[in-house]
């Protein structure tokens, strides 16, 4: 019985599946906690709770991973020389270096300038021992990639240094874009290595020798030699998992994915079984990227989302993530005597009573933290503390303990009141330890001035609106509407009713969405049900919806797209402007016929090389025309072709 081991790596839980495509059966399941200073541990850890497992009959292990979203948004990687071909740059770039060299294209593919080869050689004689890789982007080298070819041809004898071209990555316009995306997957290069290199030791020491595939950020697959190559594909894997995973689980082919996790929501429209394509490109840590993904709208909400009471007894739910105490107290149950002993009206800045702090890492570098940090830092190495013991043991007042560097350095982490700790307070879910949670509840209760049933209620009641704000949120994104709804006065007014159940205005509001919701990860049992009768549609949560991320990974297919443009050429003829060079032909039907060709071979080529042994080609061309004024003449513009090579790797063969 052949089957695939799907992996989800998410902010909090590292999933895992063994699932039986041919039966669309999960037969086995696990969850681990995520180890993001090392991902290899947790994805070992989550493949060891499944159980005995046979590794003969794995015969492919399907990786989705957040470390390459991560990675840019922290600002981490390895050192990138960036040589622009033809013009300046027009916008901050993630780089370590920049040279401007003489060289560049038109818009019809036609050098504007001769490349200037011995400008690059003193690049990289400058560049070398100072950069770990090297990016090449060249003005509209999309119409015309021989300039970044010969540059890489160049690099290359001079210099065995890993080399990116624009080019290779997008056949998008928007040369800062383009830029932007060939720096960050030089940027990437060692991380993604070395994210290979440590799962595949993991591989080896469970004796599962099947080939390992990476989900890119459009849900389909690419092999480990393509991830090498460009891992600027994986930012948003893990979201565009879930989205595989919800048509998988589910069979719906028009819905409204949400995937609840511990860090994040992530909501899609599917229609026609698919996620619409952000065909501009997404933008993560601030990176405008040409890099084609789902369509998904992230939220700072989700299971471990820290809640707070100000100082004006407001509720406030996220974004930022902290442990739940119900997750924590099962490691260290003597957490529950100290939270026992919390005065409530105590207050405390940047921080609430109930928080409680751990050691995540013990620093390498003795010298990096002074005096304080050391005590709080060997204090939390027997165990974890509230923040009042923690105090005690350091000898210092709780509003003077120096936290913030060394919880924004993952040295220590926070522990404190979650959603996920309210569903213990409910008896909705109490996997872990209901007593903690009870403690913090009792503390934020206090502060809020309500009994504890009523602080569960309300907690609830505020967690879904903000789920049912998300929602209409992410309508307004697909509508290009960037406002925040619930910044919007008017809004807040018209929804308030709808949203709190507040019937006092004088009307009453509803909305009925057009979509089902597919409800996805842990939580989501908890909250969804009371959103779907908020907004009128019906709420599926399948069976497997905690993993199906990791479903997703396991489902997922090979996609290999080749994007050909068609233009007429200057002096006649016509000129065909493809991902691997520029040609010329005199009539249409022979360009269109060569760049066929062409793309059929590249597109079935790639889809081979990542495992699918008769892959199914799908051919898409449009024809671009245009009336002259009088209507009787038309003009041809241009002709788009694109060819899919679509595929389950070769396991199935």
Known sequence: ????????????????VLLDLNTKEVKEKAKAFTTREDLSIGI???????????????????????LATNAIVEGRGCRVGLILIGHESTGN?????????????????????????????????????????????????IRNPEHEQ?????????????????????????????????????????????LLAAVKAVLKEKQISAPLMIVKGDGSLMSETMTREKPIETILSGPAASIVGAVFLTGTESALALDMGGTTTDIAILEN???????????VGGWKTRVEAAEISTFGLGGDSYLQVSKDRKLIIGPKRVWPLSVIA??????????????????????????????????????QWNTTEWKIINALEVSAHNIFALAEKVGRDPNLLPLKDLEQAQVIGRISFTPTD??????????????????????????????????AEKVLSEIQAALCMTILQSFAYREGLRINLSAETSVAFLLSSLLNGNHKRGFKSEITLDYPIVALGAPVTGYLPAVGSTLNTPVLIPTHAEVANAVGAASGQVAELIRILIKPGVAGGYVVHAPWKREAFLYLDEAERNALDKAKEVALERAQRAGVVNP????????VLSHTAGGDDVVFLETRIEVTAIGHPSWEE
């Open 1 to 16: 019985m052949p089957l695939i081991l799907g992996i989800d790596t998410g902010g909090t839980f590292t999933d895992g």
């Open 44 to 66: 070992r850890n989550c493949i060891e709770n499944m159980g005995e497992l046979d590794p003969r009959q794995v015969q492919l292990v399907s990786l989705s991973t957040t």
């Open 93 to 141: 770039l993630p780089t370590h270096q920049v040279f401007v060299v003489r060289g560049g294209h038109d818009i019809k593919g036609i050098p504007v300038a001769e490349l200037d080869l011995e400008a690059i050689q003193r690049a990289v004689t400058e560049m070398r021992g100072q950069v770990d890789t090297i990016a090449i982007s060249s003005y509209l080298s």
């Open 150 to 194: 010969a540059a890489q041809q160049l690099i290359q004898e001079l210099w065995n240094v890993p080399i990116v071209c624009a080019h290779q990555l997008t056949t998008a316009l928007g040369f800062h874009e383009r830029t932007v995306t060939a720096c960050l997957n030089a940027r990437l290069l060692p991380i993604i290595a070395e």
């Open 273 to 283: 079984g698919r996620p619409r394509m952000n065909r501009e490109g997404a933008t």
């Open 330 to 367: 099962n490691k260290y149950p003597s957490l529950i005597e100290e939270l026992k002993r919390v005065d409530p009206n105590r207050q405390i800045i940047d921080s609430q009573p109930a928080d409680c702090f751990m050691l995540v890492k013990k620093p390498v570098n003795k010298d």
């Open 422 to 455: 309210l569903l213990h307070v409910l008896n909705t879910f109490t996997d872990y330890n209901v007593a903690a949670a009870q403690e913090g509840a009792r503390i934020l209760a206090h502060r809020l001035r309500l009994g504890l049933d009523k602080f």
């Open 616 to 623: 199914e080609l799908l051919v898409e061309k449009e024809e």
